[in-house]
């Protein structure tokens, strides 16, 4: 617009049209804000989906039905040490398919049955004293490569036109057939993806956020309450203000590192340890929650704090009776985002030694144990095809345990959240 239409224009009409412009660039920008939101709900989308049909395979099972004679003369009762499982199977397998001859024949059929066969065998017989003798109908894990042939991931180009035609018989005589997999949440970890569980890892996740908690809850809101009401503003606390608020951009590693030097080469406490884990991410969410607890009670309005000084209550009375209360649902909030960071973390425990291959589950704060962040980091590395699946479903488990953490979280900061 020129000078001379510009001039010709009443202040109205100028009005109007400065208002257009920006009534336009309100769209616009409206607009750009909402494709933002799409395209970032679409990839949160295609993420979950990716994640969901990649591990949702992991809780079936492909099993094999035997018809498993328990030979009294294998499972002797005097001892049961000298047991024969491996014997049981063969025998099993030999009854079913007697036209299989030769020693590397029956090795190939073997390998249809997963390792964990045995001690399936040997578990229903420790349950029941009165198999021995008798003839049971026994659903047993398939091997990994079996599993994987099943739901479709390969085309059996590991296997032989032999056993190709034995897994095709078991399948049309209904012997071979995917059932829940109750192992990948009753066992620890293993060598063979059929057998490897996430019990082990969740314990340890358990153990190590308790701790994480007990500890870092307390003295996050203790230093909160002393930074913002009672200490008194001087260098001393500037200092610590500021190393505080530095401590909360800090790469985890360093915590790692800390807590390595620290806690167990210099206090010596175990090494791969639920206890030492949940110290070091202590140090590590502390900031957090004190940086958040200090923005709650800034919050309190300064008539509360007023009010009850008038009546005649005391300082402390003040902040433990009226603002505390009043700033613990923010309190609360700053230990979730906290606590959710520590329960996704892997390089600082992978410093104090949980990325060790653990089979056992732990029944201590000080028992050998490892996370569920660093079982899925040692799945995802593995290079059987069937750990992927388990990768993917011990995601779906870590998301299903922050939902839950988050949602109990809520509940409780609901329960305290008082309105003025």
Avoid: C
């Avoid at 049209?17 to 799409?38: D, H, N, P, Q, W």
């Avoid at 190939?108 to 040997?122: D, F, N």
């Avoid at 293993?190 to 153990?207: H, Q, Y």
């Avoid at 960071?341 to 000080?366: K, W």
Wanted: aromatic share 10%; net charge positive; glycine share 6%.
């Amino acid at each position: 617009m020129n000078k001379t239409a510009a001039s010709s224009l009443s202040t109205a009409e100028i009005v109007q049209v400065g208002l257009k412009k920006r009534y336009r660039a309100e769209k616009r920008f409206r607009f750009f804000g909402l494709l933002a939101i799409i395209i970032s709900l679409m990839f949160l989308v295609v993420l979950f989906a990716d994640i969901f049909w990649k591990g949702l395979p992991a809780f079936l099972q492909t099993n094999i039905k035997l018809s498993v004679f328990f030979d009294p003369v294998l499972l002797p009762q005097d001892n049961p040490a000298a047991a024969d499982y491996n014997g049981l199977l063969k025998q099993s397998l030999q009854t079913m398919f007697p036209e299989v001859k030769g020693r590397s024949p029956k090795k190939e059929l073997k390998k249809l049955l997963s390792t964990g066969a045995e001690y399936k065998l040997r578990d229903l017989v420790r349950k029941d004293a009165s198999l021995p003798g008798t003839t049971r109908e026994v659903w047993l894990p398939a091997d990994d490569e079996v599993d994987n042939f099943i739901k479709g991931h390969t085309q059996g180009e590991r296997f032989s036109n032999q056993q190709l035609n034995w897994i095709k018989f078991l399948q049309e005589n209904d012997r071979l057939r995917r059932r829940f997999n109750s192992t990948f949440f009753t066992a620890g970890d293993s060598r063979d993806p059929e057998l490897a569980g996430i019990l082990g890892a969740l314990t340890g996740t358990i153990f190590t956020l308790l701790i994480t908690l007990i500890l870092s809850f307390p003295i996050g809101v203790a230093a909160a309450v002393y930074l913002e009401e009672f200490s008194a503003k001087n260098r001393l606390t500037e200092f610590l203000e500021v190393n505080i608020n530095n401590l909360a951009a800090v790469p985890s590693i360093i915590f790692g590192l800390l807590g390595l030097a620290v806690f167990i080469n210099f206090f010596g406490l175990p090494r791969s340890a639920p206890l030492v884990g949940g110290l070091v991410l202590t140090l590590m969410t502390l900031p957090t929650i004190i940086i958040a607890g200090r923005a709650a009670l800034k919050a309190v309005p300064p008539s509360i704090r007023e009010a009850a000084l008038g009546v005649g209550a005391s300082k402390m009375q003040t902040v433990m009776h009226h603002v505390l209360p009043l700033a613990m649902p923010g309190m609360m909030t700053g230990t979730i985002i906290g606590m959710a960071r520590a329960l996704g973390e892997t390089a600082p425990l992978l410093m104090i030694g949980m990325v060790a291959f653990i089979v056992d589950i732990p029944n201590s704060i000080t028992a050998p144990a490892t996370v569920l962040p660093v079982q899925i980091y040692l799945w995802a590395d593995s290079p059987e095809r069937a750990f992927m699946e388990k990768t993917s479903a011990a995601i779906i488990i870590l998301l299903i345990f922050l939902i839950i953490m988050n949602a109990t979280a809520v509940v409780v900061r609901k329960k305290f959240e008082r309105r003025w």
